[in-house]
T-cell receptor, first 114, second 111 residues
């Protein structure tokens, strides 16, 4: 899987948008960008994924640059419950058993302040 | 509600006493996997299963066994637990290994 780079931490005010950046300059054409998060010691939670078009779901929006070398996860109205470690992962869309595992880097710790 | 459940959520045991951590999903997923998470080491895959009766080793399978007799269940068995298996364990499932849905975790302490 392509390597990703995320800043170690960021914070934002409750109710404001949280924009979490991720660099993945070595992404290849068949790799998707996935975002997961992990609230302290809970199971990781899938948020969103995309290939090249921007994506939106009930949790977040994902903006991928045209060259696909970076992306931004947007939480439009952050709440205290969004405080977590957010992981950006790039993975191919074709899975065999051997490449099915998820590998999380250090992620970015988002702290939402009241 | 679509979910992955694990039991028990917390377990303290002693070296050598066999234990089983259960995992069940209600989403009819073919793929299931076990991970352990340790500080500084991230998430590491123990075993995975692509379907019933099909299992394979992940990165850290030593000391663990699994079985997949039914699609919904994927128990993790520690035949002779040791202190280095003290960890936070997660079960995950998905249709084909792409978007994975995780259970709440089992915190295991082996004394």
């Amino acid at each position: 899987d392509a390597k990703t780079t995320q800043p170690p931490s960021m914070d934002c005010a409750e109710g404001r948008a949280a924009n979490l950046p991720c660099n993945h300059s070595t992404i290849s054409g068949n790799e998707y960008v996935y975002w997961y998060r992990q609230i302290h010691s809970q199971g990781p939670q899938y948020i969103i994924h995309g290939l090249k078009n921007n994506e939106t779901n009930e949790m977040a929006s994902l903006i991928i640059t045209e060259d696909r070398k970076s992306s931004t996860l947007i939480l439009p109205h952050a709440t205290l419950r969004d405080t977590a470690v957010y992981y950006c992962i790039v993975r191919p869309n074709l899975y065999t058993g051997a490449n099915s595992k998820l590998t999380f880097g250090k992620g970015i710790t988002l702290s939402v302040r009241p | 509600e679509a979910q992955v459940t694990q039991n028990p959520r917390y377990l303290i045991t002693v070296t050598g006493k066999k234990l089983t951590v259960t995992c069940s999903q209600n989403m009819n997923h073919e793929y299931m996997s076990w991970y352990r998470q340790d500080p500084g080491l991230g998430l590491r895959q123990i075993y995975y299963s692509m379907n019933v009766e099909v299992t394979d080793k992940g990165d850290v399978p030593e000391g663990y066994k699994v079985s997949r007799k039914e699609k919904r269940n994927f128990p993790l068995i520690l035949e002779s637990p040791s202190p280095n298996q003290t960890s936070l364990y997660f079960c995950a499932s998905s249709f084909g290994g792409d978007t994975q849905y995780f259970g709440p975790g089992t915190r295991l302490t082996v004394l």
